[in-house]
Nanobody
Framework: QVQLVESGGGLVQPGGSLKLSCAGS????????MGWYRQAPGKQREGVAC????????TYADAVKGRFTIFRDNADTTVSLQLNSLKPEDTAVYYC???????????????????WGQGTQVTVSS
């Protein structure tokens, strides 16, 4: 059974930083392109960052480009997202999931994907 667990969220002031991590069980993360997604209250889930499986190339949504960095660590067993220069509009629940599109800012999970984890809440507020 595939299970992805996100962690690292919290409450931070505008301009602050957080590091989110995604670990998988029943799922080898480094065999797949992996993305980070977020869902703010009342909004659809959107892809924010993705890292490819073979070359570790990355792509980002325009809203986070230059502020967020996605990378694999812990001997490729986790996929992390470094969030810098956070803004109130970054407030959302953040999820990780495989990505079938991972280029030119296009970040999307497989059609019908339903193995979403619980996510981790990021709140940016003064």
């Amino acid at each position: 059974q595939v299970q992805l667990v996100e962690s690292g969220g919290g409450l931070v002031q505008p301009g602050g930083s957080l590091k989110l991590s995604c670990a998988g069980s029943g799922f080898t993360l480094n065999n797949f392109a992996m993305g980070w997604y977020r869902q703010a209250p009342g909004k659809q889930r959107e892809g924010v960052a993705c890292i490819s499986s073979s070359t570790d190339e990355t792509t980002y949504a325009d809203a986070v480009k230059g502020r967020f960095t996605i990378f694999r660590d812990n001997a490729d067993t986790t996929v992390s997202l470094q969030l810098n220069s956070l803004k109130p509009e970054d407030t959302a629940v953040y999820y990780c999931a495989p990505s079938v599109n991972c280029w030119a800012g296009q970040i999307s999970p497989p059609a019908g994907y339903h193995d979403w984890g619980q996510g981790t809440q990021v709140t940016v507020s003064s």
